[in-house]
């Protein structure tokens, strides 16, 4: 997990690129995502392990991820979850990640709660403060202009 926070770290920093020299600074678009000087601001960083219950059916499997997936777009569209997505397979039991926009372990745990996943124990969720960013609060705006449309 440090090493994964590390390059985070390092990715937001080379975003950022702490010039001090920034003809482009958007003072609005600062305040608006309420970044500090740098532009950063804190979050909570959360991997989300495998969890505890190993009795669950391919059918209750199957319900509790529909559910964190309505979980993860309700969380989005609330702007309460900025960076959500899974870990390809690996000996640590990641499972995934979230970056959520709040300042507090508690609420963050509240957020992760909702999950039903979660609430079910399929994953685990490992909370820490983290500070990145706040360019990260535009994202989904982003993300939304390149999801190709489902065909209906």
Known sequence: MKKIVLTLLFTAFNLVGFSQDNSNYDEALAKKLGGDERGMKTYVFCILKTGTNTTATAEEKKKLFEGHMTNISKLADENKLVVAGPFMKNDKNYRGIFILNCTSIEEAEKLVNSDPA??????????????????????????????????Q
């Open 118 to 151: 979660v609430q079910a124990k399929i994953f685990e969720a490992d909370l820490t403060l983290w500070y990145g960013t706040a360019a990260l609060d535009v994202i989904k705006e982003t993300h939304d202009k390149i999801i190709k449309p489902k065909k």
